[in-house]
């Protein structure tokens, strides 16, 4: 992913981004094809003002976890 201006909610795949989906819904869709690798996911919001959030994926009870 080349360096720009993100807003929307991006889904990191073991650590690199890989793409943002303009919802939490659409980014958590996104990670759908990647859970057969069982690699880290994780979605990061980037939607100014607000302050970012972070969600992983947690395979041993298959959901998303907000991270606080």
Do not use: C, F
Not at 1 to 11: R, S
Not at 50 to 68: F, H, K
């Amino acid at each position: 992913m080349a360096a720009e201006l993100i807003a929307g909610y991006v889904l990191y795949v073991d650590g690199r981004a890989m793409s943002v989906g303009r919802s939490l819904d659409e980014a958590k869709h996104l990670g759908t094809q990647h859970m057969a690798s069982r690699k880290p996911l994780r979605i990061e919001s980037a939607v100014a003002p607000a302050p970012s959030q972070i969600w992983n994926y947690d395979y041993d009870i298959a959901a998303w976890v907000e991270r606080r």
